[in-house]
């Protein structure tokens, strides 16, 4: 699976984008989905994933109610809506994807096999 992240860039604090994760080479529909970040000196965290059907959702805390994850299986595509951005949200932002059969919970980053490249997103206060 081939990964490709888009949709970041420059906003003021209270402000929204939407990225998109597109991928290839595979049935998108076969793998959970997340989304990780990565701020600079800090540890990549979870932010959100979605199953394979889109039937189940998880967020970390910080981004719970401004942040939805959302999927378009016929399109190969995943979604971030995020509104009312914080300066804390700056980061990359890497869309991730795993098996769906897998057991272990959605937010632990070494379970995802396939990762974008990321996509810049910088809050300013």
């Known amino acids: 699976v081939q990964l490709q992240a888009s949709g970041g860039g420059l906003v003021q604090a209270g402000g929204s984008l939407r990225l998109s994760c597109v991928a290839s080479?595979?049935?998108?529909?076969?793998?959970?989905m997340g989304w990780f970040r990565q701020a600079p000196g800090k540890e990549r965290e979870f932010v959100a994933a979605i199953s394979s059907s889109g039937g189940a959702t998880k967020y970390a805390d910080s981004v719970k109610g401004r942040f939805t994850i959302s999927r378009d299986n016929a399109e190969n595509t995943v979604y971030l809506q995020m509104n009312s951005l914080e300066p804390d949200d700056t980061a990359v932002y890497y869309c991730?994807?795993?098996?769906?059969?897998?057991?272990?919970?959605?937010?632990?980053?070494?379970?995802?096999?396939?990762w974008g490249q990321g996509t810049q997103v910088t809050v300013s206060s």
């Open positions: 080479g595979r049935i998108l529909s076969s793998y959970v």
């Open positions: 991730a994807a795993r098996s769906k059969y897998s057991i272990r919970s959605f937010a632990d980053h070494s379970t995802y096999t396939y």
